[in-house]
């Protein structure tokens, strides 16, 4: 009666875990996509639809900057970056080019500070920013693109409103729906 209880427990035990590891390998691409958000679309696309080429790119960098932990800023950096981002946003009016140059700089440097990669390399700190804040890195892209090219003054705009949502995300310290000073840039001035 007990050999037949343990074997018994045994064979479900097996079954629930031949049950995870296969709902796991059928959803992995679920969770991609619920991690990465729009950045997954990207990436798949970039791969010309090759899903399976774009989960390995997500998932190699998971595993390359997945541990990075967001340092705190103290509230004198804070205010030094909100300070930064108002100015950027003042300037789109006269040079709209020099606003997006100010704030990709602007987001380099915090992204920098909160300990996101360093250096020269956008694509690796772009990167590194997918992984924990997914739903805004394409902001920071379109900045980066956008400022200089060709580019219209509205596509700028557009831009530097999408860029903030991840400085405000930087700034709050995580990935979040959290409000921080006003996004709005003042529409129909400077448009080109």
């Given at each position: 009666?007990t050999t037949?209880?343990i074997?018994?427990a045994?064979v479900?035990?097996a079954?629930?875990?031949?049950?995870?590891l296969?709902?796991g390998?059928?959803?992995g691409?679920?969770?991609?996509r619920?991690r990465?958000?729009?950045e997954y679309d990207?990436?798949v696309?970039?791969?010309g639809g090759?899903?399976?080429?774009?989960?390995?790119e997500?998932g190699?960098r998971v595993?390359r900057?997945g541990a990075i932990?967001?340092?705190p800023?103290?509230?004198?950096?804070?205010?030094?970056?909100?300070?930064r981002?108002?100015g950027?946003?003042?300037?789109?009016v006269?040079?709209p080019?020099r606003?997006?140059?100010?704030?990709?700089?602007?987001l380099a440097d915090?992204?920098?500070e909160?300990g996101?990669?360093d250096?020269e390399?956008?694509?690796?700190?772009?990167?590194?920013l997918s992984?924990?804040?997914a739903a805004?890195?394409?902001?920071y892209?379109?900045?980066?693109?956008?400022?200089?090219?060709?580019?219209s003054?509205?596509d700028?705009r557009?831009a530097?409103?999408?860029a903030?949502?991840?400085?405000d995300?930087?700034?709050?310290?995580g990935?979040?729906?959290?409000?921080?000073g006003?996004?709005n840039?003042v529409k129909g001035?400077?448009?080109?």
């Open positions: 009666m037949a209880i074997i018994i045994v479900a035990v079954a629930i875990a031949a049950f995870l296969l709902r390998r059928l959803t691409g679920r969770g991609l619920s990465f958000g729009p990207r990436v696309a970039r791969h090759d899903t399976e080429a774009a989960e390995r997500l190699d595993k900057h932990e967001e340092r800023l103290t509230e004198e950096a804070r205010a030094r970056y909100a300070a981002w108002a950027a946003q003042e300037l789109f006269e040079s080019e606003s997006l140059t100010e704030a990709d700089a602007l915090l992204s920098r909160r996101f990669p250096g390399n956008f694509e690796d700190r772009t990167d590194a992984v924990h804040h805004h890195v394409d902001g892209r379109r900045v980066h693109t956008a400022r200089n090219g060709d580019a003054t509205e700028r557009e530097l409103i999408e903030r949502k991840l400085f995300d930087l700034l709050a310290g990935p979040s729906g959290r409000e921080h006003n996004r840039l001035r400077g448009t080109s």
